[in-house]
């Protein structure tokens, strides 16, 4: 983990595709930039098949739910937080109508024990070819 005037960034979660921190700190909440299922060092997607323009052919959205709460989860913790400390989710879903039923029960088993407050969107895409996006809020001591 590197930090740097708040800034965090994880050398085990995946690598931003912008100009970005994986997470900053203030006072004592940490704030997580986006956070998808890529997997760091790679360029396939978990989940995911692409064709050879990189359209999505097909997605398995348990795998990339999987694979985002992983993400979040390493992030949370290389800052110094844990996942029992998340407080707020904003969850990006790019098909309400497929995906909310399977999103749903898996994230009732990732947060059984720690129910932060949440709020899921659908929207149209995100900026590479995911299903599912979360934006977290945690405490931090």
Same mark, same amino acid.
């Given at each position: 983990?590197?930090?740097?005037?708040?800034? #965090?960034? +994880? +050398?085990?979660?995946?690598?931003?595709?912008? *100009?970005?921190?994986?997470?900053?700190?203030?006072?004592?909440?940490?704030?997580? +930039?986006?956070? @998808?299922?890529?997997?760091?060092?790679?360029?396939?997607?978990?989940?995911?098949?692409?064709?050879?323009? @990189?359209?999505? %052919? $097909?997605?398995? /959205?348990? *795998?990339? =739910?999987? $694979?985002?709460?992983?993400?979040?989860? !390493? #992030?949370?913790?290389? *800052?110094?937080? +844990?996942?029992?400390? #998340?407080?707020?989710? !904003?969850?990006? %879903?790019?098909?309400?109508?497929?995906?909310?039923?399977?999103?749903?029960? /898996?994230?009732?088993?990732?947060?059984?024990?720690?129910?932060? =407050?949440?709020?899921? /969107?659908?929207? %149209? $895409?995100?900026?590479?070819?995911? @299903?599912?996006?979360?934006?977290? /809020?945690?405490?931090?001591?």
């Amino acid at each position: 983990m590197s930090e740097n005037k708040g800034r #965090i960034n +994880s +050398s085990k979660a995946p690598e931003a595709v912008g *100009a970005y921190p994986h997470a900053r700190r203030h006072g004592d909440l940490l704030f997580l +930039s986006g956070v @998808g299922p890529r997997e760091r060092g790679r360029k396939k997607i978990p989940g995911v098949e692409l064709d050879v323009h @990189g359209n999505i %052919l $097909s997605y398995d /959205i348990a *795998a990339q =739910c999987h $694979s985002v709460f992983k993400n979040v989860k !390493t #992030i949370v913790e290389d *800052a110094g937080s +844990s996942w029992n400390k #998340i407080i707020d989710v !904003t969850v990006f %879903l790019t098909n309400m109508k497929a995906d909310f039923k399977t999103y749903n029960k /898996i994230y009732a088993e990732y947060f059984k024990d720690n129910q932060p =407050c949440r709020t899921t /969107i659908e929207i %149209l $895409s995100l900026p590479t070819p995911i @299903g599912i996006e979360l934006k977290v /809020i945690a405490t931090i001591d």
